[in-house]
């Protein structure tokens, strides 16, 4: 068991738990403006995609971000009108959007990159680790602490940024108050659209983030699909963290120790549909017990009245 | 009525026009011929008996799914997991062909049927059952429960059920439960007049059954139903039982009629076809069938665009995409009303759209 249970299992949960963590931040934010964002798994997607091409044309790995973010918010703002603007349903434009996503990328592989299913070259640039020397001697810490990719601990950093502005800022206020009663904050003087648009925005920055790391951070290739339900995921943890950044990031820890643990038990002769299973079986079973919870204190609350 | 009606085509018409007009100025600024694209498209769809005997073969999965989404929305769910359920009872129906003892081909053909729609049910009430209990969104269970389902497919195809050939596979169905095949060379097969069938009975039990009236009300408005007496939430859960047994058939089609056993990652988004052509008819489950079509003729000829027109197959889809994004707007070609409506809606959209 020591194979699986060891000092490496730590990095290892966070480095499975990033891609999470930013699709999750992403779901969040408009969450807290009542938006369910299912297009979260389009805007990664898509982000992933053109942070592949410009990292491998241009070899700027912060290009590459910068791109993915453009591209993450023009998704986002496709969801955002159609919803906001046009009165689609936002589940409905949120399935839409991630049929476009996993279109256009197909596309944009054999059209720009010239294959089809998988992309990985050595000229993909990646987002570079940060190596402390200091810490290469000591056993533990260097385990833990040493070769932490840039956007994971800039991922840790946007959880309290997140977190500050939702819960400390003006702004935050009035975004948790269109969430709570649209039709109090027109009242109080807030332009309710203008709120959703901001919100759609900032959930486009993050959603791209998600997908830069997804194809550059977390691993160095794209491939059909590549998110594989991370951003349904990343909802899941928010719904878990109960809209609430911190404790958004605790849920997507979680997956991510499931995720790490499951990969160390191939080793032990388990068939491997079932390691692959294991992520997307335990995100429903924590979904359920997140609103199971959610359920129940709500009929507190109501009982208390 | 009759006015929203036409008022429908009308906005459908457009949307189609819309969204092939941005396809073309995408093809062209990427430096194809649009209009070459679109001829060939046509011509791989319909031309030839081959062709037309493909877009056929296509239509039938897609259709059913189509239908089977449409089903779960009218009870104000969007199953998007009947990939997962066209996997599984097309698992079933492969086992239920192969490892049953031989007998009278209709009989045998009909117990494929039902259990790969009970299955498919089944599935597909776990979503149902949670939604209405807890309120978990039935979008996301729906989709990692279909990453499940494929995993547990592929294990099952790989594994017990393997038929050791080196390929994962199960083994082969008996000879005579094979659906016949029509317009050979093509794969099209007598499953597509089982499909209408099908679907023509779903449109009687939606409008004309006492079930589907059940179904209709929920779907506009469960309070009031709850308040008639109708248990909305039972009530759900049929319906996304129906739509998940729809996905079954349609999996048991797949396997009797064109492949004979079940290979693993077969479908390829297929329910994602059906879903997104229910979806841009608004759920309206008597334009699916139309809307299916289309969409399969777009996949058939999709493929002698690539080869004569040297356009990406993957386009036919981005185009769709559009098409379905475009779609879901619902007021994208309201513009006489408007004006009129401009001040009423500023909050009841925004409320609207909350969801």
């Known amino acids: 068991m020591n194979d699986v249970f060891n000092i490496t299992l730590i990095y290892a949960t966070i480095r499975s738990a990033t891609p999470i963590l930013f699709a999750a931040l992403c779901a969040t934010v408009t969450q807290q403006a009542d938006i369910l964002n299912i297009g979260t798994e389009g805007i990664m997607l898509t982000s992933a995609f053109v942070a592949v091409l410009t990292s491998f044309t241009t070899g700027s790995w912060l290009l590459a971000i910068v791109l993915a973010i453009v591209s993450g918010i023009a998704i986002a703002l496709i969801m955002a009108v159609a919803n906001i603007k046009y009165n689609a349903h936002i589940c409905a434009a949120g399935i839409a959007v991630n049929m476009f996503a996993l279109a256009i990328t197909k596309f944009g592989l054999k059209q720009f990159l010239g294959t089809a299913g998988t992309f990985t070259s050595p000229e993909i640039k990646e987002i570079p680790r940060i190596h402390i020397a200091a810490l290469d001697n000591i056993p533990i810490l260097n385990d833990i602490f040493n070769n932490w990719c840039v956007t994971e601990v800039f991922g840790i950093v946007m959880v309290v940024i997140l977190w500050f502005l939702l819960f400390k800022t003006v702004w935050g206020l009035r975004v948790r108050c269109v969430g709570r009663l649209p039709m109090a904050a027109e009242t109080a003087g807030i332009s309710v659209r203008r709120m959703k648009y901001e919100v759609m925005i900032i959930s486009g920055v993050l959603g791209g983030l998600a997908g830069a790391h997804l194809s550059l951070g977390y691993s160095q290739m794209f491939a059909d699909n590549i998110t594989n339900g991370r951003g349904f995921m990343g909802v899941a943890a928010m719904n878990f963290g109960g809209m609430n950044p911190i404790f958004v990031w605790l849920g997507t820890l979680i997956f991510g120790f499931i995720d790490s643990v499951g990969a160390r038990l191939q080793a032990y002769g388990l068939p491997s549909q079932f390691i692959l299973m294991l992520p997307y079986f335990f995100t429903i079973t924590i979904l359920v017990l997140a609103m199971w919870r959610k359920g129940r204190l709500s009929e507190k609350a109501k009982s208390a009245l | ?355």
Request: charged share 15%.
């Open chain 2, 1 to 355: 009525m009759t006015e929203k009606k036409n008022n429908r085509y009308v906005t459908l018409l457009l949307t189609l026009l819309l969204s092939m007009v941005v396809g073309a100025i995408f093809m062209f600024a990427l430096g194809f011929k649009p209009f070459e694209a679109y001829v060939q498209l046509f011509k791989g769809a319909f031309l030839g008996k081959v062709n037309l005997g493909t877009t056929l073969q296509k239509f039938v999965p897609v259709l059913l799914t189509g239908v089977g989404f449409a089903v779960a929305s009218k009870v104000g769910c969007f199953n998007a997991g009947i990939e997962g359920e066209l996997y599984l009872g097309a698992i079933t129906a492969a086992w239920a062909g192969h490892y049953l003892p031989k007998m009278p081909a209709p009989i045998h053909i009909l117990i494929c049927l039902v259990l790969a729609m009970i299955v498919g049910a089944l599935w597909a009430a776990i979503p149902a059952i949670l939604k209405v209990k807890w309120d978990v969104n039935e979008i996301c269970v729906c989709i990692l429960s279909t990453y499940i389902a494929k995993y547990f497919t592929s294990w099952l195809c790989n594994g017990p059920l393997s038929a050791k050939t080196g390929m994962p596979q199960t083994p082969a169905v008996h000879e005579n439960i094979m659906l016949t095949q029509i317009m050979k060379p093509s794969q099209a097969n007598t499953g597509l007049f089982l499909a209408v069938i099908i679907v023509v009975a779903v449109i009687w039990l939606l409008y004309r059954s006492t079930l589907g009236y059940k179904f209709l009300t929920v779907g506009l408005n469960s309070s009031h139903a709850d308040y008639m007496g109708i248990n909305s939430k039972k009530v759900v859960i049929q319906g996304m039982m129906l739509s998940g047994a729809l996905g079954g058939i349609a999996g048991t089609i797949e396997v009797l009629g064109v492949y004979g056993y079940f290979l693993d990652n077969f479908s390829l988004n297929i329910a994602n076809d059906g879903m997104l052509s229910s979806m841009i008819v608004w759920n309206d489950i008597r334009l699916v069938p139309l809307m299916s079509f289309f969409v399969a003729a777009l996949k058939s000829g999709a493929l002698s665009m690539e080869r004569f027109a040297g356009v990406p197959r993957s386009i036919v889809d981005t185009i769709t995409a559009i098409f379905i994004i475009f779609a879901t707007m619902e007021t994208l070609f309201n513009l006489k009303k408007k004006k009129k409506k401009e001040k009423v809606t500023t909050v009841s959209s925004e409320e609207g759209g909350k969801k």
